[in-house]
């Protein structure tokens, strides 16, 4: 099957049947030809569904197949749409930025459930398109959150987002938390995590079409947290939440490190919807010492 190869007929579900087995048939997810025909139309699935019958103008049978043609080619559908979903918003994302995922917005959602019922200061580090700070000032409006980001361009895309989602986000510059001069209450961040040696078993539109920046890091993907365990101390109350993601083969070091660091610290290390090791909680307490 070629892309010069129209479908049988006319109808959404005609063409969605020809998108689906021409991916399928290139190698790529089938299943991004319906994403991408919700998107470009606009659609919920029960709009997909009752409109299956229905004729696609031809207008939106060539935008439609210049998409699919893309997406054959390993382009990701959420850089051909130019966003992704993330806890019910759309969200803007580039190759400057991290596709945002299910398993972090799962994560997010619980430790949104963990915090105390009172206004805190949020640092949220690596904020690529802004998901997790924009998420966490929408759910929380009386919480303070400053995004960092070492990438100019992924924190152009962040503040983009935060206007159009109206959230009141302090976006800056930095390596880290090295730009950050106040103490907060709740640190998160989605780091980079992926060692060199895990690329032969990636994804390849992920190498090809996401920031290297923000998907590899040094000493076996381990390099950001044992930074993150060494420089957070200047920058956390002595009451502080932390959450960050790591790869689902680093639970072990990763709670070794911060272990090693916060000695006194509450930790669980929880693990996402498809049962791998995906996210590390960490609360440390005030420590008051009696007369």
Known sequence: MTINQEPKGTTYEEVLQWASSFLKAEGQEEHGAEWLLKEQMNWTTTQLLTSRKSEMPLSEWKKYKDGILKASEGIPVQHIIGHEWF?????????????????????????????????LTVLDIGTGSGVLA????????????????????????????????????????????????EKVDVVVSNPPYISADE????????????????????????????????????????????????????KNQVESIFTEAFPQAHIEMWKDMSSNDRALYLFKEEVTHED
Not at 93 to 108: A, G, H
Not at 201 to 218: G, K, Q, R, T, W
Request: overall charge negative; charged content about 30%.
């Open 199 to 250: 690329i032969e078993v990636m994804d390849a539109s992920v190498i090809n079409h996401e920031p290297h920046l923000a998907l590899f890091a040094e000493e076996e993907g381990l390099e950001i947290y044992k930074r993150l365990a060494r420089e957070l101390t200047a920058v956390m109350k002595p009451e502080c939440w932390l959450i960050l993601e790591y790869g689902y083969r680093q």
């Open 134 to 181: 924009i998420t966490h000032k929408l759910e929380r409006p009386n919480d303070r959150v400053i995004a960092v980001d070492i990438s100019p361009k992924a924190l152009a895309v962040a503040e983009e987002n935060a206007a159009r989602l109206k959230a009141d986000v302090t976006f800056k510059t930095s390596d880290l938390a090295q730009s950050v001069r």
């Open 87 to 119: 806890f019910g918003r759309k969200f803007k994302v580039t190759s400057d930025t991290l596709i945002p995922r299910p398993e972090t917005e799962e994560w997010l959602n619980q430790y949104l459930s963990r915090l105390p019922d009172k206004p």
